[in-house]
């Protein structure tokens, strides 16, 4: 029997058959999807791309927004940790409070002001020309009136050195701490009154912890 191209022609014939079955069945396999879903198809990946392009944008949003932020908090606003219970219950240890930047405060503000290459928070008691006097139970009188304290849990007379009456000074302010039995404040001649020079900025905001979020008031 002769050979064809290495292959007798039978043998030839049987596989050239079985490659056409395997082409038409390929091509009976084919089949195009119908027209509805194409479009359900095409309406996913635009959707897809109206996320992504949302996406993009709230992230350039959110970046001006930073930056923004940013540039508050370093011209308007500060945010400083409490370092201790001086002025306890209206600060506790390690809260965070939000400073807003100013000279300007008044009797009953929390200021923070600079000493001794730190921050320092306390109250406002008394402005320039008050006299401040304190008796033997803790209370405080200004200009001869006691002072009204709720936001003093217990009145001592804690540690001073300060002589009383006492009248605060031209461009000063008298600052005590809420929690008199710890707090180094005006009352000890090392730090005294406080110049405006020295004021940061008045604590407005508490921002953590959670639990006690919230504006500050006096």
Not at 191 to 209: L, S
């Amino acid at each position: 029997m002769n050979q064809v191209g290495g292959r007798y022609p039978e043998e030839r014939s049987s596989m050239d058959k079985e490659k056409k079955e395997k082409e038409e069945g390929r091509s009976e396999r084919l089949e195009v999807p119908p027209i509805n879903d194409l479009r359900m198809e095409l309406a996913r990946e635009e959707a897809r791309y109206e996320f992504r392009k949302a996406l993009l944008n709230i992230t350039g949003i959110l970046a001006v927004a930073a930056a923004i932020a940013a540039l508050v908090m370093t011209r308007i606003l500060i945010l400083l940790q409490v370092n201790g219970n001086s002025m306890a219950p209206a600060l506790e240890d390690a809260e965070i409070v939000i400073l807003y930047q100013t000279k300007e405060a008044e009797p009953g503000d929390i200021i923070g002001f600079y000493y001794g290459g730190k921050i320092l928070l306390k109250r406002v008691i008394g402005s320039a020309g008050d006299e401040i006097d304190m008796d033997g139970d803790g209370n405080i009188y200004i200009n001869g009136v006691i002072l009204d304290e709720p936001y003093v849990s217990e009145k001592k007379q804690g540690k001073y050195d300060q002589e009383f009456p006492y009248r605060v000074p031209e461009n000063m302010v008298f600052v005590l701490g809420d929690n008199r039995a710890v707090s180094l404040d005006s009352r000890v001649r090392s730090i005294g009154c406080v110049e405006d020079g020295q004021i940061v900025g008045k604590a407005v905001f508490r921002a953590w912890p959670f639990e006690r979020i919230g504006r500050l008031r006096y």
